[in-house]
């Protein structure tokens, strides 16, 4: 996928050398992911990064721990490339928002455990139930905490979306 994102800085000589649209494929792209333009750049790339995200999702699959599948596949890189300029908007978009999705259930795959320990779901605890909650809050903070040390977010700005993102929750929910 980096190969792919650095791809634009060339745009002009492939547009120059890509004067027809791939002959075996179809124009569009599956699953209504179609480009802006029908440009023969376009659905070669387009079907290229189909192909190369399909990959991807059947490499998710290996990982054991589920939210980082969903860390794996958030990683792409979509972000910060040119890719829109040749894709179009709506492509890129479209990618954006599957990023987001991932983001969302790999929040929902690592965090919820940490999250009901706080969650104020029955009568408001006395003194022993409160101790035994921010207990296991602190236990499973330490798990994540444990399993995260190898994990990384490249993407700044994605990076930076999941950390407000979980801290939001975090704060309100411990609140």
């Not at 792919?4 to 209504?32: H, M, V």
């Not at 977010?153 to 975090?170: A, C, N």
Request: with cysteine; net charge neutral.
């Amino acid at each position: 996928m980096n190969y792919l994102s650095f791809i634009s800085d060339y745009r002009e000589t492939l547009l120059n050398i890509i004067r027809e649209p791939p002959g075996e494929l179809p124009k569009a792209l599956p699953d209504n992911d179609l480009t802006d333009s029908s440009a023969p750049l376009s659905v070669h790339l387009g079907w290229t990064i189909f192909i190369m995200v399909c990959k991807l999702d059947k490499k998710s699959d290996l990982y054991k721990d589920v939210a980082l599948s969903y860390l794996f596949l958030m990683n792409k890189k979509y972000n910060g490339s040119e890719l829109k300029y040749i894709m179009g908007e709506g492509w890129f978009g479209k990618q954006w928002n599957k990023v987001r999705q991932y983001a969302v259930k790999y929040e929902t795959a690592d965090w919820m455990k940490v999250l009901s320990c706080v969650t104020d779901e029955e009568a408001p605890p006395n003194g022993v139930v409160l101790k035994e909650r921010i207990k296991e809050f602190n236990s499973a903070m330490e798990e994540v905490k444990r399993r995260h040390a190898g994990w990384m977010v490249p993407d700044v700005s994605l990076r930076e979306m999941l950390r407000v993102s979980i801290t939001e929750k975090l704060i309100s929910s411990y609140g």
